[in-house]
């Protein structure tokens, strides 16, 4: 009767941590007519020049990345990605030794409102969701070169929030 025993143990806990895996997925929750997507380019209230271009942009690569969706064009697609860089803005972090009126590090934030529309029927599936990401950047003596330089990597954390947010509603 012992040697049953570590068999039945064995069998109990399989059974056990498999119980787990139940509820995982080897598909997309995304039904199969809504896995096409357009993202026109994001609309600039931010107040900064061209980070509109370099988000929409990051946002159709991590996209593809994810790769749930095929982007297609307006005229193709199941759904439309619309955004709007709403605000952005910067606050010092660090100053530079000798002087405390010369900013060497700020921080940089931007926060966009997206909107997923079901082309055929018209439906808000995300209606004006606020998405917000964060980064830093030195300025070597020139606020503007520092502030274009951390433009891709505030477009990839924001695009990364967007794109798990639209999966999110599935």
């Known amino acids: 009767m012992r040697v049953y025993r570590?068999?039945?143990?064995?069998?109990a806990a399989a059974l056990l941590f498999s119980a787990g895996c139940a509820s995982y997925r080897f598909t997309s929750p995304v039904p199969a007519e809504l896995r096409t997507i357009?993202?026109?380019?994001?609309?600039?209230a931010s107040g900064f020049p061209e980070i509109d271009a370099v988000?929409?942009?990051?946002?159709?690569r991590e996209l593809q990345r994810e790769g749930t969706f095929k982007i297609k064009d307006v005229s193709d697609s199941s759904l439309k990605l619309l955004g709007k860089l709403v605000k952005s803005e910067t606050h010092p972090l660090n100053y530079e030794r000798g002087s405390s009126s010369r900013t060497s590090e700020y921080r940089y934030a931007i926060v966009a409102e997206i909107?997923?529309?079901?082309r055929s029927?018209?439906?808000l599936l995300i209606d004006g969701q606020l998405i917000k990401a964060n980064t830093t950047f030195l300025t070597h003596g020139d606020m503007l070169t520092g502030l274009q330089d951390a433009y891709p990597r505030i477009a990839k954390e924001l695009s990364r929030a967007i794109v798990d947010a639209v999966l999110?509603?599935?």
């Open 55 to 60: 988000v929409t942009q990051y946002v159709l």
């Open 6 to 11: 570590p068999l039945a143990l064995s069998l």
């Open 121 to 123: 029927t018209g439906k």
């Open 115 to 118: 909107t997923l529309v079901e």
């Open 38 to 44: 357009s993202v026109p380019v994001f609309e600039n």
């Open 168 to 170: 999110a509603n599935w």
